[in-house]
């Protein structure tokens, strides 16, 4: 096992909330030396923790042994939500479009 490890949150993106850079005030991507590994997750060296470390729950964040296999994973999840935006889009379409029909059939002589 690496003494460094990458990492990221569980849902690093969703259809509710898309981080606006990959890096910036809060990177997608952390970068922490291991202190040890355990049952739970990692207790990782941070600044604000001093020897004690901080534990990294498995539960909410995802750990890759290389920044590529980090970014890979932020690439998967976007593409995801892509899709899924995409289908919600097409969906929102087809009931304004509906809605629009139906105003037509109220309206007499059409809008």
Not at 17 to 30: M, Q
Not at 81 to 100: P, V
Request: aromatic residues 10%; hydrophobic residues 35%; contains cysteine.
């Amino acid at each position: 096992m690496s003494n460094v490890i990458y990492v990221v949150s569980k849902k690093p993106v969703s259809t509710n909330y898309i981080p606006p850079a990959l890096k910036g005030a809060l990177p997608l991507i952390s970068q922490y030396e291991v202190m040890k590994r355990t049952a739970k997750g990692y207790r990782l060296k941070v600044s604000y923790a001093g020897d004690k470390g901080s534990m990294y729950l498995d539960e909410h964040y995802s750990f890759f042994e290389t920044y590529a296999e980090a970014l890979e994973y932020i690439a998967t999840e976007a593409n995801h939500i892509a899709g899924m935006l995409e289908e919600m889009k097409r969906q929102a379409t087809r009931l304004m479009c509906e809605a629009q029909d139906e105003l037509r059939s109220l309206t007499p002589g059409g809008v």
